[in-house]
């Protein structure tokens, strides 16, 4: 199991921002594409972005795109999520995920992701 440790969720008003961050140890996050999911209440869980090892490429939900930014500090081993302008359909509790082999491309399945933190909460109040 690759221990992945989100922080940085909270309560925000709309059009406010949030960081959150996806730490890990073991494993060099550089080196395996890195996501971001997210479930709200009742829904699935859905891809939110992705980055491959390296940084190379990075994609995005439509609904994030322009407002939501992945990135990673290799010499933290930590990947962030830099959410702007949120609205209240952003509230849901967001994972981190990682792919299990090294250099593998990016996916917006989460069953192609066999790791996962804990999750942590973001609230968009109106």
């Known amino acids: 199991q690759v221990p992945l440790v989100e922080s940085g969720g909270g309560l925000v008003q709309a059009g406010g921002s949030l960081r959150l961050s996806c730490a890990t140890s073991g494993r060099t996050v550089n080196d395996y594409s890195m996501a971001w999911f997210r479930q709200a209440p009742g829904k699935e869980r859905e891809f939110v972005a992705a980055?491959?090892?390296?940084?190379?490429?990075?994609d995005y939900a439509d609904s994030v795109k322009g407002r939501f930014t992945i990135s990673r500090d290799n010499a933290k081993n930590t990947v962030y999520l830099q959410m702007s302008n949120l609205k209240p359909e952003d509230t849901a509790v967001y994972y981190c995920?990682?792919?299990?082999?090294?250099?593998?491309?990016?996916?917006?399945?989460?069953?192609?992701?066999?790791?996962w933190g804990q999750g942590t909460q973001v609230i968009v109040s109106a």
């Open positions: 980055m491959t090892g390296g940084a190379t490429i990075t």
């Open positions: 995920a990682q792919r299990s082999r090294p250099w593998t491309g990016i996916s917006v399945m989460r069953d192609e992701y066999p790791y």
